[in-house]
């Protein structure tokens, strides 16, 4: 491959987008080894460089942080917006954290938050493997790359597993699940990162990122979060997936085989039936042990005693 094309190619691409978005942007030059562009508004300046070699194509941008040019440049370029603008594989961080959850929309169940800690070397590999949003993959190849995305990472995971007892018990204390969500989320990152530096994190959007940044320790606070729509494109991100499906998989297969009776995910005129014939044979103080208490389910069944 001609990596030299491609990121002149890429950053092209850039250009072409920013500019959609008003921003005042040079056109690209070739300088050692990258090609670069001068982005700008009113205010801000930086600069984006497309590097090429032997090791293939990175995207790097030079400027303030914690602007708000530099914060719309990154959301443009690694963010939802390139992946709707290019059908070619997207342009993902040197190293990140990618986050992901399961189980928040299933009556029945846990809730399952996971973190990946890639560098472009493992996620070479885990795209290799096949790795990809866990909802597009079957519960067996979900377990087999489970434990392949363990082996390959090594101590860059981290799963935090919220059972229905204590899931109810938090979501008594914060109120709301997005609140709820984002305090696995940070636990999760910061199990990482109490053992490895990273300068990014990646989550699917589900509420106002300072939701994640409020809950964060000391380490997690100097991390640069972002949250997109669809995140799963990032291999960190699916990776987590997998990871947090697992074991909510491994959870519906242990309850069932507990209580002889097929237990149905999700929300559903199934899981209402289901949870009323539970609620009829065990009663709800055993019930309210598997389930999540303020879904609507609740209020049916009980109303049916």
Not at 205 to 223: H, P, Q, R
């Amino acid at each position: 491959m001609n990596y030299q094309i491609t990121a002149k190619n890429q950053i092209n691409k850039y250009i072409s987008l920013l500019r959609q978005e008003g921003l005042i942007v040079s056109e690209a030059e070739e300088g050692n080894y990258c090609f670069e562009s001068n982005i700008r508004n009113t205010s801000e300046k930086l600069k984006i460089m497309v590097y090429f070699g032997i090791k293939g194509v990175k995207t790097v941008i030079q400027g303030n942080k914690s602007g708000n040019l530099f914060k719309m440049t990154e959301e443009i370029i690694f963010g939802k917006k390139f992946f709707e603008f290019s059908n070619v594989e997207i342009t993902e961080p040197e190293e990140y954290i990618g986050t992901d959850e399961s189980g928040k929309g299933d009556y029945f169940g846990p809730l399952v938050i996971a973190a990946v800690l890639v560098d472009k070397e493992i996620s070479s590999e885990l795209k290799s493997l096949g790795v990809r949003d866990s909802k597009l993959l079957s519960g067996s190849a979900v377990s087999k790359l489970s434990a392949s995305i363990k082996k390959i990472t090594g101590d860059k995971w981290a799963v935090v597993f919220i059972s229905p007892q204590k899931y109810n018990e938090l979501y008594s204390r914060f109120g709301n699940l997005n609140r709820l969500l984002a305090w696995g989320h940070s636990r999760a990152m910061e199990n990482i990162l109490s053992k490895h530096d990273a300068g990014i994190a990646i989550s699917d959007k589900f509420g106002d990122e300072s939701l994640i940044k409020n809950t964060l320790f000391e380490k997690g606070k100097k991390i640069n979060l972002y949250q997109y729509n669809k995140a799963e494109k990032y291999t960190a991100v699916a990776a987590a997936s997998i990871l947090a499906r697992n074991e909510l998989n491994r959870w519906f297969i242990l309850q069932e085989k507990k209580l002889n009776v097929t237990i149905p995910k999700g929300a559903s005129d199934a899981v209402d039936k289901a949870a009323g014939e539970l609620l009829k044979q065990y009663g709800w103080d055993k019930l309210k042990e598997i389930v999540k208490e303020h879904f609507k389910t609740t209020k049916k069944i009980l109303n049916q005693v």
